[in-house]
């Protein structure tokens, strides 16, 4: 991400409430900014400890695998993967990161729903499960084998992706699980 903008004040535009803070901004791609706030008379705040670390993260949109593990490269020389973020390239990353129970709770129902995968699909989902295999095949071609609008697909795999079926990997190409 590139540097775009800061800015400091030492009142608060909004209220007039005296405290020095700076505001910095980066150019996320895509028209997306990432925008921090340094608050230097303040105590360093840390991670929220109400809520479990697999919630906090950010996602970003790379255009394919080449570039995710360039942008890879470029956290871990600047440490903030070493200093504890994470990268997310599939949702098992994410999975892994749940509460043990959790994992549990996944695994006893990743063993009910396997017995008869097909019986536990509507038509649609069967008929976009049925597209797929253990070869990449992009999101375009599913769409023209199944005829189906794409908000209609994109609902579907994201149902079969968070069930377990399929897995999306980079290029926006999706595989068979099981």
């Not at 929220?48 to 956290?75: F, M, S």
């Not at 017995?115 to 649609?124: A, E, F, M, R, T």
């Not at 990997?169 to 595989?175: E, S």
């Amino acid at each position: 991400m590139d540097y775009t903008l800061a800015f400091a004040e030492n009142q608060v535009p909004s209220t007039h409430e005296p405290d020095p803070y700076m505001h910095v901004f980066l150019d996320a791609g895509n028209g997306n900014v990432l925008a921090f706030f340094e608050l230097p008379t303040k105590p360093e705040m840390g991670r929220d400890e109400k809520t479990p670390d697999w919630v906090q993260h950010l996602a970003l949109k790379v255009k394919n695998r080449d570039a995710l593990l360039e942008y890879k490269e470029h956290l871990e020389a600047n440490e903030i993967i070493r200093d504890g973020a994470k990268l997310i390239q599939n949702i098992q990353d994410i999975i892994d990161d749940f509460p043990e129970y959790i994992r549990v709770r996944l695994k006893e129902n990743f063993r009910k729903e396997s017995k008869n995968i097909q019986n536990s699909l509507d038509k649609i989902e069967t008929l976009v499960y049925d597209c797929l295999s253990c070869q990449a095949i992009s999101r375009d071609e599913i769409q023209q084998n199944t005829k189906l609008e794409a908000d209609q697909l994109d609902m579907v795999l994201l149902k079969l992706e968070l069930n377990g079926f399929v897995q999306r990997i980079p290029g926006n190409r999706y595989i068979k699980l099981r």
